[in-house]
């Protein structure tokens, strides 16, 4: 059994280049991965925090290698050259991209600057370093022309959606523009790339005890509509995802593209 369950959700020998890794639901995938059995390269905007640091202990005492590397994803104009170099020092094999913004506003007062943070960090980074992976990739790793059998599963992309791909909210404009368009992000980056070698799925979280969601789990009567329309009962936690994270980047998740995964206690179908 511990053989078959190897093969099928191993990560051994896989290398997972992952944003917004050091804290949250981040934190816990890079963690999940790690157990698995792969290494991390972390893209973080201060390596020497708290955090950072860590994290990087705690992969190391899993067994794993962490390298952690600095850029601010506010600076896209440099995602070419970053990742053409990371890609010289490392083979990845998997991009999770955990990085994310929140900012609350209602819509009539929601600032400029706010708005192109958001979307910048939430989407267009995602994007950004996906596109530069996959020219990489299509043209060394996966240049060789495979069947379709062999081709299955070869990279993964995972994104992190949010109830907000579907149901929209109030008061964070910016933040549920941005993760409904990493739905369709997820859905038109597949089309194009799962022949050729390229898993792109996109896990979308309820609502998850995080920083982010600090805010609205106050004790108030919102948090108790919330509350009371979860089938499971309670809030998630950063850990509750992380068998999403594995299944989709494993041998498990070959046949399994453009999907938009719920992890939400039920949240979607009440």
Same mark, same amino acid.
């Given at each position: 059994?511990?053989?078959?369950?190897?093969?099928?959700?191993?990560?051994?020998?896989?290398?997972?280049?992952?944003?917004?890794?050091?804290?949250?639901?981040?934190?816990?995938?890079?963690?999940?991965?790690?157990?698995?059995?792969?290494?991390?390269?972390?893209?973080?905007?201060?390596?020497?925090?708290?955090?950072?640091?860590?994290?990087?202990?705690?992969?190391?005492?899993?067994?794993?290698?962490?390298?952690?590397?600095?850029?601010?994803?506010?600076?896209?104009?440099?995602?070419?050259?970053?990742?053409?170099?990371?890609?010289?020092?490392?083979?990845?094999?998997?991009?999770?991209?955990?990085?994310?913004?929140?900012?609350?506003?209602?819509?009539?007062?929601? /600032?400029?600057?706010?708005?192109?943070? #958001? +979307?910048?960090?939430?989407?267009?980074? %995602?994007?950004? @370093?996906?596109? =530069?992976?996959?020219?990489?990739?299509?043209?060394?790793?996966?240049?060789?022309?495979?069947?379709?059998?062999?081709?299955?599963?070869?990279?993964?992309?995972?994104?992190?959606?949010?109830?907000?791909?579907?149901?929209?909210?109030?008061?964070?404009?910016?933040?549920?523009?941005?993760?409904?368009?990493?739905?369709?992000?997820?859905?038109?980056?597949?089309n194009e790339w799962m022949a050729k070698g390229i898993n792109v799925n996109a896990i979308a979280p309820g609502y998850i005890e995080t920083e982010l969601t600090?805010?609205?789990?106050?004790?108030?009567?919102?948090?108790?509509?919330?509350?009371?329309?979860?089938?499971?009962?309670?809030?998630?936690? /950063?850990?509750?995802?992380?068998?999403? #994270? +594995?299944?989709?980047?494993?041998?498990? %998740?070959?046949? @399994?593209?453009? =999907?938009?995964?719920?992890?939400?206690?039920?949240?979607?179908?009440?």
């Amino acid at each position: 059994m511990e053989a078959y369950l190897s093969t099928l959700f191993g990560l051994k020998g896989k290398t997972a280049l992952v944003t917004g890794g050091t804290r949250g639901i981040g934190r816990a995938l890079t963690v999940a991965l790690a157990s698995a059995g792969c290494d991390i390269v972390l893209l973080v905007r201060s390596p020497n925090s708290p955090e950072n640091q860590s994290i990087a202990s705690e992969i190391a005492s899993i067994g794993q290698k962490c390298r952690t590397y600095e850029w601010d994803l506010d600076v896209l104009s440099e995602a070419p050259l970053i990742i053409t170099q990371l890609c010289r020092a490392h083979e990845f094999d998997i991009f999770v991209h955990c990085a994310g913004l929140q900012h609350r506003a209602p819509a009539e007062d929601f /600032p400029d600057a706010a708005w192109d943070n #958001v +979307i910048g960090v939430n989407l267009t980074a %995602g994007f950004k @370093i996906s596109r =530069e992976l996959a020219k990489h990739w299509l043209n060394t790793s996966l240049k060789t022309p495979m069947t379709p059998e062999s081709v299955a599963g070869k990279k993964r992309i995972i994104f992190i959606a949010s109830m907000t791909t579907f149901t929209g909210s109030i008061e964070i404009p910016a933040y549920t523009a941005s993760k409904g368009a990493i739905g369709q992000l997820t859905k038109a980056l597949n089309n194009e790339w799962m022949a050729k070698g390229i898993n792109v799925n996109a896990i979308a979280p309820g609502y998850i005890e995080t920083e982010l969601t600090a805010a609205i789990k106050d004790g108030s009567e919102k948090e108790a509509k919330i509350l009371d329309r979860i089938p499971a009962g309670r809030w998630g936690l /950063p850990a509750d995802l992380a068998g999403s #994270v +594995i299944h989709l980047c494993s041998r498990s %998740g070959d046949y @399994i593209g453009g =999907e938009v995964h719920a992890v939400d206690g039920g949240y979607l179908g009440r």
